[in-house]
């Protein structure tokens, strides 16, 4: 089956750097596209980025410039790494793909916490 793990979480102090790691499997890895999404305390989920197979990139403007997603597809694994980071970016951030099929499923992994704070 699908699953989805992240790790890398932590807490930083502003400015300082993290990368985040999701390990996948149960899926053709390298022909989908693969996402992070966020949740901010007391906050919905805030889509922060996503890259396709073909390795293009997308980012929300609020990360864009400090966040670089990529994958490696012989590991199976997508990464986020964050720098200059800023305490709006504290949030649990969480990995998913949609993996189409006769119905259509989007999976998420168990979330990997982030803390900005001196």
């Known amino acids: 089956q699908v699953q989805l793990v992240e790790s890398g979480g932590g807490l930083v102090q502003p400015g300082g750097s993290l990368r985040l790691s999701c390990a996948a499997s149960?899926?053709?890895?390298?022909?989908?596209?693969i996402g992070w999404v966020r949740q901010a305390p007391g906050k919905g989920l805030e889509w922060v980025s996503d890259?396709?197979?073909?390795?293009?990139?997308y980012y929300a403007d609020s990360v864009k410039g400090r966040f670089t997603i990529s994958r490696d597809n012989a590991k199976h694994t997508m990464y986020l790494q964050m720098s200059r980071l800023k305490p709006e970016d504290t949030a649990i951030y969480y990995c998913n793909v949609v993996v189409p099929g006769p119905v259509e499923s989007i999976y998420w992994g168990q979330g990997t916490q982030v803390t900005v704070s001196a």
């Open positions: 890259i396709q197979s073909t390795g293009s990139t």
């Open positions: 149960g899926f053709t890895f390298s022909g989908l596209s």
